[in-house]
């Protein structure tokens, strides 16, 4: 694990409070109701931050290969930001380049 955090998930503008985690396998929410959500790396298109109610800097969402996206709110969502994007660059260079990774 590289990363862990509490978050909140947020689902139709309702957050839910948790444990948002980053490891190998992808990206993993615990949620205090103990639901797991669990995201692959190879399932993730992109990332986007926004504010939350408008004003807030701590939004991040991620995109999904099937048009899906899950929202979170987290404190310091740009090492989050960078964390994911930079390790979804090295899946996508050691998908590229086999022989480099």
């Known amino acids: 694990m590289f990363l862990e955090a ?3 998930k947020c689902v139709n503008g309702i957050g839910t409070g948790g444990k948002l985690l980053l490891n ?3 990206i993993l929410f615990h949620s205090k ?3 797991v959500t669990t995201i692959k790396w190879t399932c993730i298109n992109s990332t986007k931050c926004y504010k939350t109610l ?3 800097p ?3 969402s991620l995109m999904l290969e099937n048009g899906d996206e899950h ?3 987290v404190d310091s969502r740009l090492i989050w930001q960078e964390a994911i994007e930079g ?3 090295k899946i996508k260079a050691n ?3 086999p022989d480099l990774g």
């Open 6 to 8: 509490g978050a909140s």
């Open 24 to 26: 190998d396998n992808g």
């Open 33 to 35: 109701d103990k639901v």
């Open 54 to 56: 408008g004003v807030n």
């Open 58 to 60: 701590n939004g991040f």
């Open 71 to 73: 929202a979170f709110v």
């Open 87 to 89: 390790h979804l660059l």
């Open 95 to 97: 998908q590229m380049h």
